[in-house]
């Protein structure tokens, strides 16, 4: 219990915003970015910078509803992966998905059965490879 209590105590405001100790000095931290972007080597564009307010307000409305009905496993990803595909921040974004991530997934739910985790990735790669 002390060390997922101490990983909590460490999260911070700042992080979700994008930023940390290492960014805080750049005039953009935190603020949502104020141009639009191409990631090399994504297929995708993320949406024009003067959209980003909205789809992070769908992105949010998604976690509280839609997402709370996912197993956690498959909320986790999927928020992750919409947070990327946003790309909302000038720098950061990786740093902060990966954050929501840790943070989307409970800790709890798997930490005391491992196997039932690795069972569950199992079974969700089968059934996604089972469609092709």
């Given at each position: 219990?002390?060390v997922?209590?101490s990983?909590?105590?460490?999260?911070?405001?700042?992080?979700?915003?994008?930023?940390?100790?290492q960014?805080?000095?750049?005039?953009?931290?935190?603020?949502?970015?104020?141009?639009?972007?191409?990631?090399?080597?994504?297929?995708?564009?993320?949406?024009?910078?003067?959209?980003?307010?909205?789809?992070?307000?769908?992105?949010i409305?998604?976690?509280?509803?839609?997402a709370?009905?996912?197993?956690p496993?498959?909320?986790?990803?999927?928020?992750?992966?919409?947070?990327?595909?946003?790309?909302?921040f000038?720098?950061?974004?990786?740093?902060?998905?990966?954050?929501?991530?840790?943070?989307?997934?409970?800790?709890?739910?798997?930490?005391?059965?491992?196997?039932?985790?690795?069972l569950?990735?199992?079974?969700?790669?089968?059934?996604?490879?089972?469609?092709?």
């Amino acid at each position: 219990m002390g060390v997922v209590v101490s990983a909590y105590a460490r999260f911070r405001p700042a992080y979700v915003r994008g930023t940390d100790s290492q960014l805080l000095h750049l005039p953009t931290a935190g603020r949502y970015r104020n141009q639009n972007v191409v990631i090399s080597g994504a297929g995708f564009i993320p949406p024009d910078h003067l959209h980003l307010p909205e789809k992070m307000a769908e992105l949010i409305q998604w976690y509280r509803t839609e997402a709370r009905l996912l197993h956690p496993i498959d909320r986790a990803a999927q928020l992750h992966t919409r947070f990327v595909e946003i790309h909302p921040f000038e720098d950061g974004n990786g740093r902060t998905a990966r954050l929501l991530l840790n943070f989307a997934m409970p800790s709890s739910t798997f930490a005391a059965n491992p196997t039932k985790l690795v069972l569950h990735i199992f079974n969700v790669f089968h059934a996604f490879l089972m469609r092709f």
